[in-house]
Antibody, heavy 120, light 108 residues
């Protein structure tokens, strides 16, 4: 069965960076884009971008351009999302999610989420 | 960036009633609209993709429709477990994906 397992919760100071991992299993990692979505406490969903695990190609939401970097390691079926220059309003639950089909915008499997707290 | 506006913000209905949730885009978009259900403490769940296609395992009481800038999620006969927040999502082009702000559905 498809599973996405994310790394554990992080606490960071303003200005620092955080790197969240997402380990995939149960399918061919290179065949499906992975999206990253975040959700601040009590708020809605915000799309950060996607990575094509096959090519390593990425596309980031304009709001996060210059601060977000998505990478992958195909040898261990793991994707990463790094967010730099953290601010308090970056405090959120960060999800990785698998595209429904190869390059789909819609996602059908989600990780459990990684809580990132930014606090001085 | 295309903005999605969902209405109403909150909807309170009884079991067996019909729910109609709206998602309006700031400009006309293709039919690349998806709907998700999120229950408290859980990750979102895909309900509908490409405006009207039910995802695998989704009950037939959930349906999607719409075109242009107006899209709708309909739940034909509400069950108690349908209580959740519902989000629409669009892909106007492959480089820009956005979510609506959500509609909270309460089952009385």
């Amino acid at each position: 069965q498809v599973q996405l397992v994310q790394s554990g919760a992080e606490v960071k100071k303003p200005g620092a960076s955080v790197k969240v991992s997402c380990k995939a299993s149960g399918y061919t990692f290179s065949d499906y884009y992975l999206h990253w979505v975040r959700q601040a406490p009590g708020q809605g969903l915000v799309w950060l971008g996607w990575i094509n695990p096959n090519s390593g190609g990425t596309n980031y939401a304009q709001k996060f351009q210059g601060r977000v970097t998505m990478t992958r390691d195909t040898s261990i079926s793991t994707a990463y999302m790094e967010l730099s220059r953290l601010r308090s309003d970056d405090t959120a639950l960060y999800y990785c999610a698998r595209a429904m089909y190869s390059g789909s915008y819609s996602v059908d499997y989600w990780g459990q989420g990684t809580l990132v707290t930014v606090s001085s | 960036e295309i903005v999605l506006t969902q209405s109403p913000a909150t909807l309170s209905l009884s079991p067996g009633e019909r729910a109609t949730l709206s998602c309006r885009a700031s400009q006309s978009i293709t039919g690349y609209v998806a709907w998700y259900q999120q229950k408290a403490g859980q990750a979102p769940r895909l309900l509908i993709h490409n405006a009207s296609n039910r995802a695998t395992g989704i009950p037939a009481r959930f349906s999607g429709s719409g075109s242009g800038a107006d899209f709708t999620l309909t739940i034909s006969s509400l069950e108690p477990e349908d209580s959740a927040v519902y989000y629409c999502q669009q892909r106007s082009n492959w480089l820009s994906i956005t979510f609506g702000q959500g509609t909270r559905l309460e089952i009385k």
